[in-house]
């Protein structure tokens, strides 16, 4: 576009004089891109922070994410929850209907949602969008339903400042630097798989909000059309004309003008002008953007990210920090959502908010708590088990949901981290992290006070670890230098009796593998169970086990008797720096 609107943020309107007014593009992004300005710049710290930083830390969150076949899993269970919560899967309203029947979108040869879905994504993967499907893609597309995937679209902005064209950046970084006329094919077929695996990652989250607009868009629709509204009144009850708010009835004569006309005049962001009460454009068109509107708030969405969290993205720290944001922010607008329909006094759009606020509790509470309760039950798995078994996990899986999934020869607890694949994790840790505090503390009041203050601390930092931990690279690069070979969590990365050559081996091997792609280890572990072979630690894993790991969530074995042995290194450790501490007095002044 040629010109851009000034568009104040909520909540903060009246700070600029130019609110409001078009600018020209180049004028606009100077202003108000400052971030994206200073990456391309050509000063000679510019470049070496956007080749030295930017463009490791993008390729390597590309490779943990893009190019694992484990995470495209994970990646289209989590779109389902957001779907899921907003109460799509649920039966009324016609939802079965559009999704499995018709969906309404076509104007001939109508089909159903999940018809349509698969061919604006698997089809546009694999092949070719039909005409009559693309329409309604673009139609989808118009209102920033589709297309609008968090973590690939901040990958794609990383690399794109580095190379500067938005499209081909993230292709283009793994082949400018070979790509003369000897490498220019296998170049071109390298950039064509990753293009197609950047639209796989796309396609599985518009897959599911796709069908999340197809079914808000009907519901609302049937809802309208109960109450009379259509093509050829929708504007006159917007603006308030009084013939056409008198035929706006209930089924028992009631006159629900007023409400009706508060929901219209609400459910609409765009194109809608609030002070002519008139809305730009045809009635399908007022429905696609109010389907549009709810998905937008509800479903994380790149768009809607702040310019801190896209200034972010540029910083050396954070690791996909902007789905975090988006979950804590469209988790709050399901609420807000839910609230607003109940209190409508619409039946019909109350029916719809209890329903929407049903979904929502059941998705981030019901079903991880339900969960585990049943898997426990299953496996003959008490309380204080689960507890000990926290004991024993990794520190990201401490404050996890954890589905116990029976037991090895030996007895102990086999395992999945459900929060891996749980999209609305975040907003249920700290609850985890307190609970876990609790259970964990001697049951007095001072110990109790004592470990809610420590659990709410651990909430608050799983919270913001993505903002301010380390990014994948840059945590690997400072473990090799500036740390001196010793990683966050004390381990090793090379020894300090280690030749200069092998530290600088160590070193380059250990900044390499944040490179790697995150499924390789996995199809390893799946070759090796397969074949019998034990891994480099001694552990064997079960070929069954590993193969359900494909679907996103692993079952993961438990080691007390491994887990003992770091316990114990790290009590010896802790006990001598106690040790240092009384000492290192007593030996200043040479003794």
């Not at 990646?75 to 029947?101: D, M, R």
Request: glycine share 8%.
């Amino acid at each position: 576009n040629k010109f851009k609107k000034v568009i104040p943020k909520e909540g903060i309107q009246g700070l600029s004089p130019l609110e409001g007014l078009y600018l020209r593009a180049p004028v606009y992004d100077q202003i108000f891109k400052v971030s994206d300005n200073i990456l391309k710049d050509d000063h000679i710290l510019s470049q070496l922070y956007r080749y030295g930083i930017l463009a490791p830390k993008g390729v390597s969150q590309v490779s943990k994410t893009i190019l694992s076949a484990l995470t495209h899993a994970r990646n289209f269970v989590s779109a389902g929850a957001f779907a899921a919560a907003n109460g799509i899967l649920l039966p009324g309203e016609g939802n079965y209907a559009t999704l499995f029947s018709k969906s309404g979108l076509l104007k001939e040869g109508d089909k159903s949602l999940l018809s349509i879905a698969k061919d604006i994504t698997y089809n546009r993967v694999v092949g070719r969008i039909p005409q009559g499907s693309r329409d309604v893609y673009e139609r989808a597309m118009k209102v920033q339903v589709v297309g609008t995937q968090v973590e690939a679209n901040i990958m794609k902005k990383n690399l794109a400042g580095i190379i500067s064209d938005n499209n081909q950046g993230a292709k283009d970084a793994f082949g400018r630097i070979l790509d003369q006329n000897k490498f220019r094919k296998a170049i071109t077929k390298s950039r064509e798989i990753y293009g197609k695996l950047e639209d796989a990652y796309i396609a599985e989250d518009d897959f599911w909000k796709f069908l999340t607009w197809g079914v808000e868009r009907n519901r609302h629709s049937g809802l309208l059309e109960k109450y009379g509204v259509d093509k050829s009144n929708f504007n006159k009850i917007l603006k308030g004309d009084k013939e056409a708010l008198a035929g706006i009835v209930d089924a028992n004569g009631k006159n629900m003008s007023r409400q009706v006309q508060n929901f219209l005049r609400k459910s609409v962001a765009r194109n809608y002008d609030p002070t002519a009460k008139q809305f730009l454009g045809t009635f399908d068109d007022f429905l696609d953007e109010m389907a549009g509107n709810i998905v937008r708030n509800n479903v994380p969405n790149y768009a809607y990210i702040g310019r801190a969290g896209r200034a972010l993205r540029m910083s050396p720290f954070g690791n996909f920090i902007a789905f975090p944001l988006e979950v804590i922010r469209t988790g709050n607008n399901v609420y807000e959502q839910a609230i607003k329909e109940i209190k409508s006094e619409i039946p019909e759009l109350a029916a719809i908010g209890w329903k929407r606020l049903f979904s929502f509790a059941s998705t981030t509470a019901a079903i991880p708590y339900g969960a585990t309760a049943w898997f426990k039950n299953k496996h003959g798995v008490d309380d204080e088990e689960m507890q000990a078994l926290r004991r024993y996990v990794p520190p990201w899986s401490r404050n996890s949901t954890l589905l116990p999934m029976g037991r090895d020869e030996q007895g102990y607890l086999k395992y999945v981290d459900f929060s891996y694949g749980n999209a609305y994790d975040v907003l249920i840790r700290p609850f985890n992290a307190i609970m876990n505090e609790f259970a964990n503390g001697p049951a007095t009041e001072q110990s109790l006070m004592a470990s809610l203050g420590k659990g709410t601390a651990d909430a608050f930092m799983e919270i913001s670890d993505p903002f301010v931990s380390e990014s994948i690279f840059t945590e690997a690069f400072f473990d090799s230098t500036i740390r001196r070979g010793v990683g966050m969590g004390g381990r090793r990365v090379w020894s300090p009796a280690d030749d200069t050559a092998t530290k600088l081996w160590k070193g380059s091997k250990h900044i390499a593998a944040a490179f790697k792609p995150g499924s390789i280890d996995q199809f390893r572990r799946i070759t090796d169970s397969a074949l019998g072979k034990a891994d480099k630690y001694g552990r064997v894993f079960d070929f069954e086990d590993e193969i359900r790991g494909l679907a996103g969530f692993r079952i993961l074995q438990s080691d007390p008797e491994r887990g003992l042995t770091f316990k114990s290194t790290k009590f010896s450790r802790s006990l001598k720096d106690a040790e240092n501490l009384f000492t290192s007095s007593l030996l200043k002044g040479g003794r």
